[in-house]
């Protein structure tokens, strides 16, 4: 669990760094195409009713937003005791550094949480619909690239994020990014692990980026705050197989960088390269990895990693197009 709630006074410290993204071709939009919107640029926030609750979330256009144009959509998923601004902040993955032609979308928890853990207060079914609702809304109102939307989260949002993989709400996604995930609803194995996934094709791409250090969700699996968690390398091979690869050793490839302080692991599975990949940083505790200080290094106490994961994930993700 990410204690960010503490970390309120330390917002406005936020600073815009990142990698810019690649841009791509003129896919057809949706109906929210040709409808204008005013203060691009800022996060404007909304809310819906889904299952009969209100639920909430925010939304960053680019500041050159353009109705008629279809843009790639991110949702984005807040720890544990947070609510989208936080992980906006902390990854500062609205600056036009990382997303100059994406559109953000950040949802709101129940209770500050997602779906899967013991202390959660919506049920996985309940948040599965509330993100088929929001896409929905977000299809209607804006103009999005329905080939090119991916979700990412951090901590229990990371992890909501794999249920969402292993779900047929997956279907509307093209990859999925996970940091530090607490993998609550896909912990056993072996292959195949139980019929809690079953992503809606394959293969389907996924990469995970965790600390070897992390207190929380430990790198080796076991009782976490909100349940039982699985080994990161076991549940990678569990995606390295569901993607096509026969075990979870063939395909695969490491490299060590940073004097052997990080380990980068990719698979191509499927004929697709790079369709499962894993970033280790041995010595990063529970947060996002940044190379400048982000809210959740302070939280965990300790400095910056030599990789940036918003960098990393925009990267993954540009790589991506839904078929």
């Known amino acids: 669990m990410l ?6 006074s330390l917002l406005c410290a936020s600073v815009a760094v990142g990698a810019s993204a690649v841009a791509r071709g003129s ?13 691009n640029g800022l996060t404007q926030y909304h809310s819906l009713t889904s299952n009969g609750t209100t639920r909430h979330y925010s939304i960053h256009l680019p500041s050159s937003y353009d109705k008629n144009k ?3 959509l991110v949702l984005g998923f807040h720890g544990s005791s947070g609510i989208g ?4 902040l902390d990854t500062r993955l609205s600056s036009s550094d990382y997303t100059p032609d994406k559109i ?5 928890g129940l209770g500050g ?3 899967g853990a013991n202390y959660s207060v919506a049920t996985v079914p309940q948040d599965l619909l509330f993100v088929s609702d929001l896409l929905d809304e977000v299809r209607a109102g804006w103009c999005i690239d329905n080939s090119r939307i991916y979700a990412t989260g951090i901590s229990a949002g990371g992890g909501f994020v794999n249920t969402i993989a292993c779900s047929p709400v997956g279907a509307n996604f093209a990859a999925f990014a996970l940091g530090s995930g607490s993998l609550y609803t896909d912990a056993t194995g072996p292959f195949p692990p139980s019929a809690s996934c079953v992503p809606a094709r394959s293969p389907l791409p996924v990469l995970e980026i965790h600390g070897g250090a992390d207190p929380d969700v430990h790198y080796a699996g076991g009782p976490g705050e909100g349940g039982i968690e ?8 569990w995606w390295a197989q569901r993607n096509g690869c026969a075990t979870p050793d063939v395909g695969k490839t490491v490299e060590d960088l940073f004097n052997g302080t990080v380990h980068h692991w990719s698979w191509t599975c499927g004929g697709v390269p790079g369709v499962v990949q894993h970033w280790k940083v041995d010595d990063m505790k529970h947060c996002w990895a940044s190379t400048t200080l982000d809210l959740t290094e302070i939280a965990a106490g300790q400095g910056t990693t030599p990789i940036d994961a ?4 925009i990267q993954f993700f540009d790589q991506f197009t839904k078929p």
Do not use: K, N, R
Request: overall charge negative.
């Open 70 to 72: 279809p843009y790639p």
């Open 104 to 108: 953000m979308l950040y949802p709101d």
């Open 85 to 88: 601004l936080f992980f906006e």
């Open 113 to 115: 949480a997602w779906a």
């Open 3 to 8: 204690p960010l709630a503490p970390l309120l």
């Open 27 to 39: 896919p057809a939009g949706t109906a929210g195409c040709g409808t204008t919107h005013f203060f």
């Open 230 to 237: 699985p080994a990161i390398p076991d549940w990678l091979g």
């Open 310 to 313: 918003s960098t990393i994930v």
